[in-house]
């Protein structure tokens, strides 16, 4: 009898402590879950999530975790109020060490303010009241140029990153002038390049033909920028959408790279007879343009490597399915990377109405596919690489997942060797940009919005 009482509490002890542990772990899941501050690529805070409505989730962060709650946004809004008062001093506001995952290597990232609006998270990433709250950069010469969503423009000195303001200054332009004369609805700047002492930008917005995408180019004068257009592509949609691409790149000596998204129109990327779901090569003198490549979905990141004469675009799937497509163009077709036929991603509704082999079917494979997705966005190659002769680094960015993720190819770029991620907590990382002269990344992030530096640390 005493062996039996001592079995039975004995157990009892044991369900009552695996009882408290599983409390403890969706506690702990819950309050990140309903924060927003979770790792979205954890496998076990995906699987809470996936039984959890969001309906729900938002009850639970309003009722019982509404203190802690307060407390997160009051900290966040301090920060907006901060941000605010400095005005263009862009001052330093957080450094920070982080570690990769896998490699354990050390990185520093410090970050300024920047005086754009902010995107505001809990409207949802597709709200339109966020469609122009989507900033870019880029690097000219000694100096950094920010384009926000509505199109204010700024610049600094770039050697300003090693001290604890960036010293902004407002750089005019006529793009105001543009939208009115045109009785164009901005939509918001979907992409920022500079290229021969010439600065481009991708226009999305709307007129009475429905949505669409423009190109517009200026010469570099740090006094005001004068646009004119540079390339309409006389493609329209019927509905507000975050799927326009927009990207813009270098191409060999005369030409630029533009990538186009699908624009939410069925059979449309699988159509050569329009340029939705297509990246397109345009001539800077004749303004020509030749399709490069189709069946893309929303190509949000491009790059062109000379060397190699290939282009790596990356681009958003559906609910999974995020990919890296190479082009290594050596080929005299036109290579197809399968949407909206093929994805490894599924529709948000929960059908899957996509093939998932691509080569089975006649399509180009991705490189490297994301499940679930990161919400993949921009990649930059890391040139000054070199604890591999024989490989080359990217840097890919992503919104979802707050991350950067690093991937180690062969010379050629038809090999993953390594892979590494730095997760960055409560971020979203829009734009990212290499400075070969310093090795050192520009990252810029969406939710205060702010400009980030990160650096190799020894």
Same mark, same amino acid.
């Given at each position: 009898m005493f062996q039996i009482s001592k079995f039975l509490k004995?157990?009892?002890?044991?369900?009552?402590?695996?009882?408290?542990?599983?409390?403890? #772990?969706?506690?702990?899941g819950l309050w990140n879950i309903v924060s927003g501050g979770y790792d979205k690529q954890n496998k076990i805070i995906l699987t809470l999530k996936k039984v959890i409505p969001s309906k729900l989730a938002r009850?639970? &962060?309003?009722?019982?975790?509404?203190?802690?709650?307060? %407390? @997160?946004?009051?900290?966040?809004?301090?920060?907006? #109020?901060?941000?605010?008062?400095?005005?263009? /001093?862009? @001052?330093?506001?957080?450094?920070?060490?982080?570690?990769?995952?896998?490699?354990?290597?050390k990185f520093l990232l410090k970050e300024f303010f920047i005086p754009f609006d902010r995107l505001d998270l809990r409207l949802g990433w597709a709200s339109t009241k966020n469609t122009l709250k989507k900033h870019y950069l880029e690097i000219i010469d000694d100096k950094i140029l920010l384009i926000s969503g509505s199109?204010? #423009?700024?610049?600094? /000195?770039?050697?300003?990153?090693? %001290?604890? %303001?960036?010293?902004?200054?407002?750089?005019?332009?006529n793009l105001q002038k543009i939208l009115k004369e045109n009785k164009f609805e901005p939509m918001g700047i979907r992409d920022l390049f500079v290229n021969d002492k010439k600065i481009y930008i991708s226009l999305y917005f709307k007129n009475s033909k429905g949505y669409s995408m423009n190109v517009y180019v200026a010469e570099i004068n740090y006094q005001r920028l004068n646009f004119n257009t540079f390339f309409e592509s006389n493609e329209f949609w019927?509905?507000?959408?975050?799927?326009?691409?927009? &990207?813009?790149? %270098?191409?060999?000596e005369d030409k630029i790279l533009l990538s186009l998204g699908d624009g939410a129109t069925k059979n449309a990327p699988q159509n050569e007879n329009t340029l939705l779901g297509k990246i397109i090569s345009i001539d800077k003198k004749s303004k020509k343009y030749e399709i490069i490549s189709i069946g893309h979905r929303n190509p949000q990141g491009l790059l062109y490597i000379k060397d190699l004469n290939l282009i790596i675009n990356t681009e958003h799937g559906p609910k999974g399915g995020d990919e890296i497509n190479i082009n290594y163009l050596k080929t005299n077709f036109i290579p197809n990377y399968g949407w909206d036929i093929a994805s490894y991603g599924t529709d948000y509704s929960g059908e899957d109405p996509y093939k998932k082999s691509h080569v089975e079917y006649g399509f180009v494979e991705p490189f490297k596919n994301y499940t679930p997705s990161i919400g993949i966005s921009e990649i930059s190659y890391v040139s000054n690489y070199t604890k591999g002769a024989d490989s080359r680094l990217f840097f890919v960015s992503s919104l979802r997942a707050g991350s950067i993720y690093s991937i180690q190819t062969n010379a050629n770029v038809t090999k993953i060797i390594n892979e590494d991620r730095i997760f960055f907590p409560q971020q979203r990382i829009r734009d990212i940009k290499y400075d070969e002269k310093n090795n050192i990344?520009? !990252?810029?992030?969406?939710?205060?919005?702010?400009?980030?530096? !990160?650096?190799?640390k020894k």
């Open positions: 004995g157990k009892k002890f044991k369900v009552v402590t695996a009882l408290i542990i599983l409390f403890l #772990m969706v506690f702990y009850q639970i &962060r309003d009722t019982i975790f509404i203190i802690p709650d307060l %407390k @997160e946004r009051n900290r966040y809004l301090e920060l907006v #109020m901060r941000k605010h008062d400095q005005g263009l /001093d862009g @001052e330093k506001f957080s450094e920070k060490i982080f570690s990769s995952e896998i490699k354990k290597e199109g204010q #423009m700024v610049y600094f /000195d770039k050697e300003n990153v090693f %001290k604890n %303001k960036l010293n902004q200054t407002n750089l005019p332009n019927n509905e507000w959408t975050t799927r326009t691409g927009g &990207r813009i790149e %270098k191409f060999g990344f520009f !990252l810029l992030f969406d939710p205060i919005p702010s400009l980030g530096i !990160l650096e190799f």
